[in-house]
């Protein structure tokens, strides 16, 4: 079983940054692609960007140019430095990480941190 633990949300003003970082755990073998996914409400779950254990990533095009997504892949972490945060950012930030276990394929969703912009 993994586990994923996420931090870094909070409440920051428009034009603000903020940093979220997720840290992944347990029966671990191999990570495919990690990422962060986001929801605001009344709306749909949505990708917002992600990064392959190669290092290639795809962005939202609505975060493309303030968002970055970078790994630690000896230490099974993910990070989104988010800049230039707009009022519409404001979401619940779930972490995913896809990859092997020991026992099997798995696809894992953090608790979800919460981002609130104000404008």
């Known amino acids: 079983q993994v586990q994923l633990v996420e931090s870094g949300g909070g409440l920051v003003q428009a034009g603000g940054s903020l940093r979220l970082s997720c840290a992944a755990s347990?029966?671990?073998?191999?990570?495919?692609?990690m990422g962060w996914y986001r929801q605001a409400p009344g709306k749909q779950r949505e990708l917002v960007a992600t990064?392959?254990?190669?290092?290639?990533?795809n962005y939202a095009d609505s975060v493309k140019g303030r968002f970055t997504i970078s790994s630690e892949n000896a230490k099974n972490k993910v990070h989104l430095q988010m800049n230039s945060l707009k009022p519409e950012d404001t979401a619940v930030y779930y972490c995913?990480?896809?990859?092997?276990?020991?026992?099997?394929?798995?696809?894992?969703w953090g608790q979800g941190t919460q981002v609130t912009v104000s404008s």
């Open positions: 990064i392959t254990s190669g290092g290639s990533t």
């Open positions: 347990g029966r671990l073998f191999s990570i495919n692609a």
């Open positions: 995913n990480v896809q990859g092997w276990s020991t026992l099997n394929l798995f696809d894992s």
